[in-house]
């Protein structure tokens, strides 16, 4: 097919987009980090407010969706987010593309209708320096031509390429890149890492990314030692970690909570993921304290089998019914404060 020509017809109410922005960052966002983002241009450019459940009227997106792709630019340094004594979002500022700045540069920002028209978000930590360490730059096509003439470097994109089937783009080499700079892996480890990946089916190098992230923080340095630690959970570990929302290698902390639901309290599989699922639709952060919580009232209150579960939430609903005057019913001996998982939720996202 051959290609085509785009004319421009005296065209000037638009909107002007960064040609970085399409060149580094518009491949690796989903359709919804991309309609959002330019929607907010759109509506800096023309000076106007919006809130958080407009942009959601606006695209058929639940307000936590909007809350995703939000931090998720965030997370590119693309705009940073402002928010009030009550941790509502009341303003979004948009970054300059600014290759090297010294400071963060700041567009006018978009503003929110209202504190109240904008979802509640947890509290902001501050980055440390240890996190840092973790997070990929934005690395410029110079530093990428040079990654690539080196002889070492070009025989590992190559090999990975042959894995992958396919040739990388410019944020696929960025990924090799911050991978073997930022975390230090050498040409075996990566290598080994390629290999992993690809025998668990997983191609997408935002993927293998977050496995790299993970064997660099728990201090992975050779193909042996990544070997061992992929020796050291079962299937069971891995199903779980994925029936929360996680990909990549648990981490230490992740895997002890795992092991005490297995091992410890000795539930099934069944019930863990019973609980993963409560878990997954009631809250996007902190989801192993969560289920932990729920799994340890259950072990608490004497579960054994997935039917009890449901034995259980029936005293918990008839607990939370309004009780009669006088009642001997042991059902309202049930203790509410154990299994109040409105509360727990709150508790969690104020820490």
């Given amino acids: ?21 399409i060149d580094e960052y518009m491949e690796a ?8 983002y330019l929607y907010l241009i759109r509506m800096m450019s023309a000076r106007l407010s919006t809130s958080i459940s407009d942009i959601a009227d606006k695209f058929n997106y639940t307000e936590k969706d909007v809350m995703r792709a939000l931090k998720y630019w965030e997370k590119q340094q693309l705009l940073t987010l402002e928010y009030d004594e009550r941790k509502n979002v009341t303003g979004i500022h948009l970054m300059d593309f600014a290759p090297f700045p010294s400071a963060p540069v700041c567009a006018a920002p978009v ?11 947890a509290s902001v930590v501050p980055i440390s320096s240890k996190e840092n360490a973790y997070t990929k730059p934005n690395y410029t096509l110079d530093e990428l031509k040079a990654f690539k003439s080196n002889e070492a470097t070009a025989r590992l994109l190559f090999v990975t390429e042959q894995y992958l089937k396919k040739t990388l783009s410019p944020n696929e080499v960025r990924s090799i890149l911050f991978i073997s700079d930022k975390l230090g892996f050498s040409e075996d480890l990566i290598d080994y890492l390629i290999q992993y990946c690809v025998d668990r089916d997983k191609k997408d190098l935002r993927y293998i990314e977050k496995v790299a992230i993970s064997w660099a923080q728990q201090g992975i340095t050779t193909p042996k030692q990544a070997a061992r630690l992929a020796g050291k959970y079962d299937k069971t570990v891995y199903d779980v970690m994925k029936a929360l929302g996680r990909n990549g290698t648990p981490t230490q902390a992740e895997a002890a909570y795992i092991m005490r639901w297995t091992k410890e309290y000795g539930f099934s599989a069944d ?30 209150a004497g579960v054994h089998h997935k039917n009890d579960i449901q034995m259980l939430d029936e005293h918990y609903r008839k607990a939370k019914a309004p009780k009669p005057a006088a009642s001997g ?20 996202l104020s820490n």
């Fill in 111 to 121: 503003p929110a209708v209202s504190a109240a028209a904008a979802a509640p978000l």
């Fill in 1 to 21: 097919m051959g290609g085509l020509t785009i004319y421009q017809d005296n065209y000037v109410n638009s909107t002007v987009i960064s040609n970085r922005f």
């Fill in 29 to 36: 966002a989903n359709d919804a980090q991309l309609k959002i």
């Fill in 329 to 348: 019913n042991a059902f309202n001996q049930f203790k509410q404060n154990t299994y109040d998982f409105d509360l727990l939720e709150q508790e969690l």
């Fill in 271 to 300: 019930v863990i993921f019973e609980a993963c699922e409560r878990t997954v639709l009631a809250t996007d952060k902190h989801r192993f304290e969560y289920a932990d919580s729920i799994l340890s009232s259950w072990y608490k």
